[in-house]
């Protein structure tokens, strides 16, 4: 796919779930690193059912950019909705539900379906639906049941919280007074691969109880063989509510499937 395709994907890449890890106080200093329970985790997501957000984005790959405008829908841990437009035409539409993705090209005139090993490839990273959400949302995806995460309690009380997924290692950096997260990373020290995720201009969210969202989203993937490749999504507009949502996806004749 071209370029505002994988600018699409790396959007979503990596990141859902509304659950609230339980606050509790914390024994230690500034630099250390203990093992601890899950609640020991100051974490604070997103509640709400319906997501309605537009803005711009811009990859940078080998020094070319491309921009492009962003239109995001979700329901909470259902369905996530995505297009990206070009001069007001629309270029790629995606859909993603628990267990399938869709992709619609239409610079290209073709489309893919099918299931998450397509974006696990794409980043050579593991990927789940729980984990775009989070992405997207800035939220806090606690650790595998039977992982006991890692906690790194840093200068003003920010937490470092880490632990291994798929081979990989999962790292968020969360805010010490919101409990948000402020960073994401994902390595692969075997592969030297890396994925960074950071999160700025915090904005509250009425509906929320005016819980901060980040309405900026800066993605830095680093492979050996594709060097550096970066995206930013600056959101213009962030509404969120239990009013409902339409998700269209349709595929015109004649267009092409891709494997």
């Known amino acids: ?131 775009m959400q989070a992405l997207l949302l800035g939220d806090y995806l606690p650790a595998p049941a039977g992982t006991t995460p890692t906690i790194a309690v840093e200068e003003a009380g920010r937490q470092r919280v880490s632990y291994p997924l798929a081979g990989v290692l999962i790292e968020r950096l969360l805010q010490a007074e919101t409990g948000r997260v402020q960073q994401l990373k994902v390595k692969d020290d075997a592969t030297q691969r890396n994925l960074t995720v950071d999160y700025t201009d915090f904005k509250p969210l009425e509906d929320q109880g005016n819980l901060p969202f980040a309405h900026a989203t800066f993605i830095q993937a680093q492979q050996p063989s594709a060097g550096a490749v970066t995206a930013a999504i600056n959101y213009s507009k962030v509404n969120v509510g239990r009013e409902r949502l339409a998700f269209p996806f349709a595929v015109p004749k004649g267009y092409k499937r891709q494997k």
């Open 1 to 131: 796919m071209n370029k505002i395709s994988l600018l699409l994907a790396l959007g979503l890449l990596t990141g859902g779930c509304a659950r609230k890890a339980v606050p509790t106080a914390s024994t230690t200093g500034p630099g250390t690193s203990v093992s601890t329970a899950e609640p020991a985790v100051r974490a604070t997501n997103t509640t709400f059912v319906f997501l309605n957000a537009k803005g711009k984005a811009q990859i940078n790959m080998k020094g070319e950019k491309q921009g492009a405008n962003i239109a995001l829908r979700m329901r909470r841990d259902s369905i996530i909705w995505v297009s990206a437009s070009l001069v007001g035409i629309e270029g790629v539409r995606a859909v993603l539900t628990r267990d399938s993705v869709h992709v619609l090209n239409r610079l290209e005139k073709t489309y893919f379906s099918g299931g998450y090993d397509y974006l696990s490839k794409l980043l050579n990273v593991p990927i789940s639906f729980a984990q």
